[in-house]
């Protein structure tokens, strides 16, 4: 078998640059695949990473443009991390992983590959979910597609809202 994925060659080399921030660009309009965003909040958004690790693979994030934690008002900080925590509820209910990560670079030197907007990488784990490809090729096998991964976490963020409004 064959992986062919010349749509991340662009990314890995640095030649995709686009106009404006891309967290910010995909929370101007209503969650949609296009723009990757599956949920909002008031303060914050899950949007699906372009390029996952694996399948699940999320980011929640400040609406805000904010790179600095310490600066966020309280009502945005909290809304982050309970969402961060709704979200991994969201993971373990659709993917039954055996384990999560969960994590946050704070500047470039730290490793944030967009360091001027905050953002929480939550990633489900399996046992095994390691293969040869990230230590050879520096590719990694994901056995979703985005359009998959959307369609899975919209309906569980539908339905939990539905289950919100109605208690």
């Known amino acids: 078998d064959v992986l062919f994925r010349p749509d991340r060659m662009k990314y890995v080399r640095k030649l995709i640059h ?16 296009e723009n990757l965003c599956v949920y909002q909040t008031q303060y914050s958004a899950v949007v699906l ?4 690790y694996n399948p699940g693979h999320v980011l929640v994030i400040p609406k805000s443009h904010q790179g600095d934690i310490l600066k966020l008002s309280d009502e945005a900080f909290d809304d982050l991390h309970r ?30 590959g967009i360091p001027e907007h905050l953002h929480y990488h ?17 590719t990694k096998t994901v056995v979703e597609t985005l359009e998959t991964t959307f369609e899975r976490l919209l309906a569980y963020f539908e339905s939990a809202k539905k ?4 208690t």
């Open 18 to 33: 686009p106009e404006g921030c891309v967290f910010c660009n995909a929370t101007k309009t209503a969650s949609s695949l």
């Open 49 to 52: 990473n372009k390029f996952p």
């Open 83 to 112: 969402l961060t925590r709704e979200v991994i509820a969201a993971l373990t209910t659709v993917y039954n992983p055996g384990g999560i990560n969960v994590g946050l670079n704070l500047g470039a030197v730290a490793g944030a």
């Open 122 to 138: 939550v990633i489900p784990r399996w046992s095994g979910d390691l293969n040869f490809f990230p230590l050879i090729a520096e």
């Open 163 to 166: 289950e919100k409004a109605s």
